[in-house]
């Protein structure tokens, strides 16, 4: 029988693992973010369009907690630096 403070080590070392694990993959799929965009919502806005690779507005208001109001403006300046391309009411990444 483990004792109790043998268990919540191994847990610990267990939740560690997971931890680096996940890291290590987020490392190994998601990009450095482009040192131009400098605000949150443009980091966050390009980072889940880079996982998703296409999204609609709705889709990213949805996903980002933002409103699709503060969403144009963030897509328009992605937009204007070659980061993002509209198709339609489609955003695609670039790049990725």
Do not use: C
């Not at 980091?43 to 907690?65: C, F, G, S």
């Not at 992605?78 to 339609?88: D, I």
């Amino acid at each position: 029988m483990q004792s109790r403070q043998h268990r919540v080590r191994t847990d610990a070392t267990t939740r560690q693992d997971r931890t680096e694990t996940t890291a290590d993959v987020a490392r190994e799929q998601i990009p450095l973010l482009p040192t131009d965009l400098t605000t949150p919502h443009a980091k966050l806005v390009y980072v889940y369009l880079w996982m998703m690779r296409r999204a609609e507005v709705t889709d990213i208001a949805r996903a980002t907690h933002l409103p699709q109001i503060r969403l144009y403006p963030v897509l328009d300046s992605l937009t204007r630096q070659g980061y993002v391309e509209r198709n339609g009411s489609t955003f695609v990444v670039l790049g990725a």
